[in-house]
Antibody, heavy 125, light 108 residues
Framework: QIQLVQSGAEVRGPGASVTVSCRASGYSFSNYAISWVRQAPGQDLEWLGWIKTYNGATNIAQKYQGRVTLTTETATSTAFMELTGLRPDDTAVYYC??????????????????WGQGTLVTVSA | SSELTQDPAVSVAVGQTVRITCQGDSLKNYYVSWYQQKPGQAPVAVIHGKSHRPSGTPDRFSGSGSGNTASLIITGAQAEDEADYYC???????????FGGGTKLTVL
């Protein structure tokens, strides 16, 4: 069974940092990139970035460059997302998701499946 | 504001057909995927590559589209289809992942 299991809820004060982990099982970890997405309470989905697990290459959304760091630990099939300089508006559920490449004819694209269960990060003084 | 635009809310009677749309320039050269999210749960893909159903997606879900518009169609909506639906695409220039603002589907 292919699944992503994330670490538990976190509470941090403003200015602190948080690291969320995402452990993969049921497939070869290095064959698929991982994307990170967040969702503030009652809001829509917002992409943070992705990491290619086989070489560590990353693509971070411009809004989060300098604050988000994505890493992996191949030995444990785990991806990590670190967010620094936390603010109250960073309060959100953070998701990891596997990037699935798919080619149909001459067109290739990527879709997200499965998703982790989500990690609630609360930023409060 | 999102680079993919969705109607905020749509409603449908049980058993009827509903279309949820997504518009954006990225759709001209990148296939759309659709995700269903129920309250308190993680999103789940229901359509990828514009019209492919992942295993487990009921066949009442289908996808279509052309140009800068894509649609998720539910034929014979059921009460359990009530959820938020998000479209997703990518910018081929910089490989950014783009999400629509989501459509809240109410099944009456």
């Amino acid at each position: 069974q292919i699944q992503l299991v994330q670490s538990g809820a976190e509470v941090r004060g403003p200015g602190a940092s948080v690291t969320v982990s995402c452990r993969a099982s049921g497939y070869s970890f290095s064959n698929y990139a991982i994307s990170w997405v967040r969702q503030a309470p009652g809001q829509d989905l917002e992409w943070l970035g992705w990491i290619k697990t086989y070489n560590g290459a990353t693509n971070i959304a411009q809004k989060y460059q300098g604050r988000v760091t994505l890493t992996t630990e191949t030995a444990t099939s785990t991806a990590f997302m670190e967010l620094t300089g936390l603010r109250p508006d960073d309060t959100a559920v953070y998701y990891c998701a596997r990037e699935n490449p798919y080619c149909s004819g001459t067109s290739c694209y990527v879709w997200l499946d499965p998703w982790g269960q989500g990690t609630l990060v609360t930023v409060s003084a | 504001s999102s680079e993919l635009t969705q109607d905020p809310a749509v409603s449908v009677a049980v058993g009827q057909t509903v279309r949820i749309t997504c518009q954006g320039d990225s759709l001209k050269n990148y296939y759309v995927s659709w995700y269903q999210q129920k309250p308190g749960q993680a999103p789940v893909a229901v359509i990828h590559g514009k019209s492919h159903r992942p295993s487990g997606t009921p066949d009442r879900f289908s996808g279509s589209g052309s140009g800068n518009t894509a649609s998720l169609i539910i034929t014979g909506a059921q009460a359990e289809d009530e959820a938020d639906y998000y479209c997703e695409s990518r910018d081929r220039n910089d490989n950014r992942v783009l999400f629509g603002g989501g459509t809240k589907l109410t099944v009456l």
